[in-house]
T-cell receptor, first 115, second 111 residues
Framework: GENVEQHPSTLSVQEGDSAVIKCTYS??????FPWYKQELGKRPQLIID?????GEKKDQRIAVTLNKTAKHFSLHITETQPEDSAVYFC??????????????FGTGTQLKVEL | DVKVTQSSRYLVKRTGEKVFLECVQD?????MFWYRQDPGLGLRLIYF???????EKGDIPEGYSVSREKKERFSLILESASTNQTSMYLC??????????FGQGTRLTVV
């Protein structure tokens, strides 16, 4: 089955700096890699995702890069702001031969943006 | 707008009770998931389902069971609640290999 590892578990940056969170996965058949953000007391929500036919995807200040050979993908946040403070999760859905997805998450990264 | 709704926001149950957590989604998603969230441990998959009456064990199924009699509803059952099942429970749904939508969570306390 899929094994997703996420680092670091906590990350503290100064406002305006960049933040990078990395995930590795084990199933070479995985082809969809989402990132979720969970603010305090709220449900996780998708912020960006990437499919295996591209190596990078950007959406304003956030970007995701994917290295299929090395089986890792990373979330990049530039010009961090206090509202970026949250827990970030990576995930790697595993397709089942019988149908459906097993959706496994990393253990999360607590990002704190300090003024 | 996709909606995933969990039946309770907060729940307090006694040790040994049978507990039902209900989740309903309104977007005809085939995949539905139950996770528990504990500090430092992330989102751990308990059970998931990819069709009516179909269920698969996740990473921590012990002490839990599930039921999916209708496509829109996925229930998590704690057969005999124990204090180590005190946690935040999150339901989610998705289509195949697409964004997962989460419910608001149920904070379960077993006393």
């Amino acid at each position: 089955g899929e094994n997703v590892e996420q680092h670091p578990s906590t990350l503290s940056v100064q406002e305006g700096d960049s933040a990078v969170i990395k995930c590795t996965y084990s199933d070479s058949a995985s082809n969809y890699f989402p990132w979720y953000k969970q603010e305090l007391g709220k449900r996780p929500q998708l912020i960006i995702d990437i499919r295996s036919n591209v190596g990078e995807k950007k959406d304003q200040r956030i970007a995701v890069t994917l290295n299929k050979t090395a089986k890792h993908f990373s979330l990049h946040i530039t010009e961090t702001q206090p509202e970026d403070s949250a827990v970030y999760f990576c995930a790697a859905p595993e397709g089942l031969t019988g149908g459906g997805n097993k959706l496994t998450f990393g253990t999360g990264t607590q990002l704190k943006v300090e003024l | 707008d996709v909606k995933v709704t969990q039946s309770s926001r907060y729940l307090v149950k006694r040790t040994g009770e049978k507990v039902f957590l209900e989740c309903v989604q309104d977007m005809d998603h085939e995949n539905m998931f139950w996770y528990r969230q504990d500090p430092g441990l992330g989102l751990r998959l308990i059970y998931f389902s990819y069709d009516v009456k179909m269920k698969e064990k996740g990473d921590i199924p012990e002490g839990y069971s599930v039921s999916r009699e209708k496509k829109e509803r996925f229930s998590l059952i704690l057969e005999s609640a124990s204090t180590n099942q005190t946690s935040m429970y999150l339901c989610a749904s998705s289509l195949f290999n697409t964004e997962a939508f989460f419910g608001q969570g149920t904070r379960l306390t077993v006393v």
